[in-house]
Every structure is written in C-alpha cells, then in structure tokens.
C-alpha cells in the first residue's frame, strides 16, 4: 500500500530557482493538501484541494502555487525559491468529511541557501 | 494568533507511568480534535480524536479528554513504553465549515526504560 507519495525526499535549492515538490496519493481521496514543518513553530497549512480542479489557500500560501489536475496528484510549485522556504513540507490528503483521517507522506526536507 | 496552544515543548516519563500531553484552544467553534504521532524523518499519522459531542474517547492505551468549558484537551497514555517516544501534535477543526486542520507546536514526548 503506497498511501501518500513525496518525492524528492531532500532538495537544495539556490534562491531564486524553481522547482516543483511532487504528491501522489492511491486512495482515491478527494481532499490533498501541503504542509510545512517549522522548528517551534508546527504545521502550517500552504495550500489545499477539495477536488480536481478546486485549489485554495491555507495559511501560509505566499510563494507557492498548486494545481490539481487529477484526483491523484497534487504538486507544490516554489515560484522562486528563498531562504525563508526551508523547511520540511509534507503532504497529506483524507476523504470528505473532516472526521476522516488525515493521511501524511513521508517528507520532503528542502534547503534554500 | 495560534488558535491551537500545547504550551509544553517537551516530556519526560518513565516506562510503565502515565503521560499525560496538553491542549488548549481559543475558537470556541472548534468541534473536532485530533492527535498526530510523528516520530523523526517520517509524516504524521492518526493516534485519536474526539468530537465535541463526546468529553473521552479511548482506543487502547490511548484516552483523549475534551473539556470544553475550559477549551482543554489532554492525551492519556497509560502505561507508557519507549516506542510512545515521539512528538505529538494536537489539530483542531470546523465540522461542515472549514476545510483545514489547524495544528498546535507539538510536544516531543521521552519515555524512559
């Protein structure tokens, strides 16, 4: 059972470049979203998706874009990265209904230098 | 403004006693809570939740207490045994409202042999 697949698992970036953080889930979940993991500071909704086709924003939605395209996939895109983006991102997605579970990958640790 | 409040970055027990984490939250619209175990260089995964209808849910060694007067919950672990060692993160979240899980800071809990 694959679940919710990251890849990369580690990326260094320059700032400025661009690059695109991939999610892929088997379950058929309606709802993917994107996370990042801050030190002290927990997890901080990026950006979500009720469905294909349907993107809106979390908390900390600025430099970063999503698409939906698919039920399955559900990509994070760094426009133009900073040093500021470090951080560890983690993708997650669950069925409908908010008493669901919430279904985490394993990670994409990223370093912006 | 954090909405969701563990106010106790680590803890330390000893195998064999109980571990109690805590949660405290300010939006009183808030009717459903998770916890989330995450142990290093892996996402999150579901340990336990609890609707704002009930006041304990149990699943195991595992009991989750929601005092709503006092927007308070708490995570019971009884026994504790080393694998527990983890950081766990407490959610909250809107029924039929809002899509997004909003996460505490977490508490990285130690249990000692």
């Known amino acids: 059972n694959a679940g919710v697949t990251q890849t990369p698992k580690f990326q260094v970036l320059k700032t400025g470049q661009s690059m695109t953080l991939q999610c892929a889930q088997d379950?058929?979940?309606?709802?993917m979203s994107w996370y990042r993991q801050d030190p002290g500071m927990g997890l901080r909704l990026i950006h979500y998706?009720?469905?294909?086709?349907?993107?809106d924003q979390g908390e900390v939605p600025n430099g970063y874009n999503v698409s939906r395209s698919t039920t399955e996939d559900f990509p994070l895109r760094l426009l133009s990265a900073a040093p500021s983006q470090t951080s560890v991102y983690f993708c997650?997605?669950?069925?409908?209904?908010?008493?669901?579970?919430?279904?985490f990958g394993s990670g994409t640790q990223l370093s912006v230098l | 403004d954090q909405q969701v409040k563990q106010n106790s970055p680590s803890l330390s027990v000893q195998e064999g006693r109980i571990s109690i984490l805590n949660c405290d939250y300010t939006?009183?619209?808030?009717?459903?809570f998770l916890w989330y175990k995450k142990y290093p260089a892996e996402g999150p995964t579901f340990l336990i939740s609890?609707?704002?209808?009930?006041d304990k849910n149990e699943d195991g060694r595992f009991t989750v207490f929601l005092n709503k007067s006092a927007k308070h919950l708490s995570l019971h672990i009884v026994p504790s045994q080393p694998g527990d060692s983890a950081v766990y993160f407490c959610?909250?979240?809107?029924?039929?409202?809002?899509?997004?899980?909003?996460f505490g800071k977490g508490t990285k809990l130690t249990v000692n042999p």
């Open positions: 379950m058929n979940h309606e709802y």
């Open positions: 959610a909250a979240s809107l029924q039929g409202g809002s899509e997004k899980l909003v």
């Open positions: 997650a997605s669950r069925s409908q209904g908010l008493s669901e579970k919430l279904f």
């Open positions: 998706s009720v469905g294909a086709g349907i993107t």
């Open positions: 609890i609707s704002s209808i009930k």
């Open positions: 939006n009183s619209m808030f009717d459903y």
